[in-house]
């Protein structure tokens, strides 16, 4: 049997594309010692607040900012109970993706009657044709500008070390003069912002239309990359590319005639079984950032 | 302005943060209720007060109410001890599959048997499912917060499946099992109504449960696990091995809501069984304070909301997700307002100078304590002093 090798490996790189966005976000989080639950419901919120204000513009770009604002707005949430008040950080990120994701599906049900989905302007392929280099815009920008750019965020600048400092040991980093809660704030809202993003990718570039449960756990992913990837970047991307194969071998194999027999949910469920088996195999044993869940009040 | 950690935690001030939250939760939801074009007001006394005023009423609140008793007492024990089981939604769903197991292969059987067979069924379903990840985390340290949820979607395409495949309706052919025969059916509590006997199960679980947290040794050594693992660990408790067995019972309890959600209620498997349930359970096990008898009343409450949201959704045309928004926005506002309530503003103008101001520590000062709040799971509604 012929293997498309080139065609799995492009749709690799598209389905990564949503979990580096989100996972880059959940990266700035933790690093500052914030675990964001949220990103479910973020990057739900992303998506659907983008293809709203697309398809109401017709502007796929306004979309996509209209996504980054409200992926900053639900990180400002999270700033306000996790770090102003210090709320328990599974249960606040919990409760902001079950708001999310009610509040877009309420949208969803007065502003679109049941059935009649609106198809939005959407992001082309750049190069099309070109096989595996036809590839969205956003797919580009993920792995070309957003990971190297926090790559080096993080390693080298001073907002990076800031960053780490405040996730690894607020105490000190707040008598060295970091705003810790300046700090996390920033880092929630840029977070929320690339998660927005990484759920716009859905609908604006990937589907042109909006359904129900259109993220359907690939916040949970991120949170497993995250740990998978010891809060490193390329380690991280490598995480979702290990996730986008698995999910492209699977689309692959759903239309293979030979695989006809097995089940498509087990086809589905196969690359959130890679990822725990890839935690199970390689997370062992990880360090968490010191001031990881927790709060930071000064004494 | 400054603001300051309460010395005290005076008496009033944990029911006026409660009060305070549940109104500004009024506030907030009545800008969507208004979007939806309904009337905030008429819209609440749906949500809240209009299901309680009918037999039928009360009686879809009972139902409505009782997985949610399951899965809020099955993330409440696992939460106490530390053990952030977030996949109640997964082991519930594994719950109704294991309890259509022998509905579907054991059908003759007489309801005696079949049903202690099949809630058992569904308990060890629960459990298998929250194995794997409390089997992770004992022995390989990994983050059970992860495992968990990624089980959730994994969970759900199983019974999506099943539906699809070998059990698909044999008459109908729609991705819905069979009908289950008489002797699987949870008989009706009161002839006429749909309550069943699974409110009576989720009763008995609660008062259990209430009863060994409160009350007994084991209930003491899950809170100290719980909220302070290494001072627990010191004195001699089993801290791995309690979260261990939480992490099973708080499966096998998601797992039992599931069984008796399938066989009290749809008496056939299918793919919308759980209506977010187990993510609900957090929520009501966060606002009923991880104990026993708070998560009955949560889930009284919750269940009012999601009966009053049906009503309002076909009376008013307040679409039924306003439930999910209405419930969220009350876990988020009472945790915030308890957690607020914590602190104090203090407006101070320049302080009065009657000694010379003195000179700065020139060193830092000796190790202050990590944080306010201990990383405890009861600190999720900052009821510690």
Redesign the interface.
Known sequence: MDFPLIAVLAATLTIATPLVWAGLGAIINERAGILNLGIEGTMYAGAFVGFLTASASGSATLGLLAAIIAGALAGSLMGLLTVTLGVNQHVAGIGTTLLLIGACDFSNRILFSAGSQAVTAKFDRLFAGTGFFAQYPMTYLAFLVAAPALWWVLRSSGFGLRLRAVGENPEAADAAGIPVAGTRYTALVLGGALMGTGGAFLTLSLLGSFTLDIVSGRGWICIALIIFGRWKVWPVVAGALLFGFADALQLQLAITPQFGAVPNELLIAFPYLVVIGALAIWGRGVRYPGAYLVPYRRA | MKIL?RARDSRWLAPAAVVGAVLLTLLLTAG?IR??GANPLAAYERYLVTPLMSLTGLGDVLLASTPLIFTGLAVAIAFRVGY?N?GAEGQFLVGTVAATLPALYLSELPGLIALPLALGCGALGGAAWAF?PAW?KRH????E???T??????AL??V??LL??PWRNSETGFPDSDRFDAGYTLPALVDGSRVHWGLVIALLLVLAVGIVLAFTPLGLRLKAAGQSPDAARFSGIPVATLKWRCALASGAIAGLGGASQVLGVQHQLTASVSNGYG??G??VA?LGALAAGGVLLVALLLGDIAVGAQNASIVLHV?T??G??V???L??TV??FL??RRYRLVLRRRPPRTQAPRPRAPQ?QA???????P?G?A??L?QER
């Open positions: 950690l969507p979007l939806a952030f977030i794997l992770l390989a340290r990994i983050d917060v992860v495992t949820l990624l089980l959730n979607p994994v395409l199983l999506q499946g699809n495949g993510y609900t957090v929520v966060t679409p997700q306003m999910t928004i419930s969220s926005t876990l988020l945790v915030a957690a607020a830092p190790p202050r304590p990590r944080s306010t709040q990383r799971p600190s999720t900052g």
